[in-house]
């Protein structure tokens, strides 16, 4: 997919267009599936115009489809935010139809298992680049048209991967811990320019790739491994997305907020008490 192609689905009896409020817009990368997809549908829910951005052309189709279905003005745009030409393009048209812009949510991600001597030059290239440079490449593009409504949003979406660590994705963790400090660093250089920047770290949530990816046992392991004793649910993540960008977290910028079920504050820490009691 290249040069942000725009891909619309008709609306029916009932449903609103776009060009009935553009009052406030938000742009969701990866918003095709998963949480960017549930994230997109909370966000439209509030009345805001969603503009998703995905690479999976059929996927987006029927994400718009299901979004505007709702009642909800939606529109997608196809494009591979790892093509750097197609995502200059994509950016520059985005700017041109949307010159104020409430939010933008970097969702999107990819992550490929490999151990270091099987970590070739492409997939690390190919991680950082839709992970961390195109958040940054979106950021700058669009800080314009963020800056302009006078109340601008930018949530990254990280993972905890970029506060621990573990073996086997090593670009993307790599990418994830650049995100949270380029969050940092971008909040303080837009702080006068009426834009806030935040991230969230999600933790493991219950996704059909979570259920896919992972045996029985595995999803056990990682449930047990969670303080709350469970993992979370994509609306658990898309509703502090949601909050991040209204205007109840109006004082709220370079947070990286965990979303995680306190599973960063217990990992690789033993249970003290418990030791204790059994010595």
């Not at 609306?11 to 990368?29: I, L, N, S």
């Not at 990866?30 to 503009?51: D, H, I, N």
Request: charged letters at 20%.
């Amino acid at each position: 997919m290249r040069g942000g192609k725009q891909v619309d689905r008709p609306t029916g009896e009932g449903m609103v267009t776009m060009d009935e409020d553009t009052e406030r817009v938000v742009v969701v990368t990866g918003g095709s599936r998963g949480m960017g997809y549930v994230t997109a549908e909370t966000l439209g829910r509030t009345g805001a115009t969603v503009v998703v951005v995905s690479n999976d052309e059929e996927r987006l189709a029927d994400a718009v489809g299901r979004l505007q279905s709702e009642g909800i003005r939606a529109s997608g745009w196809a494009c591979d935010l790892g093509d750097r030409a197609a995502r200059t393009a994509t950016i520059e048209r985005l700017r041109n139809e949307f010159p104020v812009i409430q939010a933008l949510v970097n969702n999107a991600g990819i992550a490929e298992l490999h151990r270091l001597e099987e970590t070739v030059d492409d997939v690390w290239d190919a991680t950082l680049e839709v992970n961390l440079t195109a958040a940054f490449a979106l950021i700058r593009g669009l800080a314009g048209c963020l800056s302009a409504s006078g109340r601008g949003s930018v949530v990254n979406v990280g993972s905890v991967m970029g506060t621990l660590a573990t073996v086997g994705i090593l670009p993307y963790c790599a990418s994830k811990a650049g995100l949270q400090h380029l969050t940092r660093a971008l909040a303080l250089e837009l702080a006068t320019k009426n834009v806030r920047v935040n991230a969230i770290t999600p933790g493991f949530i219950r996704t059909d790739m979570f259920e896919t990816v992972n045996t029985p046992a595995a999803q056990r392991a990682i449930i047990d491994a969670h303080p709350m004793g469970r993992i979370g649910a994509m609306t658990e993540v898309a509703n502090v997305v949601k909050f991040l960008c209204s205007e109840d977290a109006s004082f709220v910028t370079g947070v990286v907020l965990p979303v995680d079920g306190a599973l960063t504050c217990r990992v690789a820490v033993p249970d003290l008490l418990a030791l204790s009691e059994a010595a």
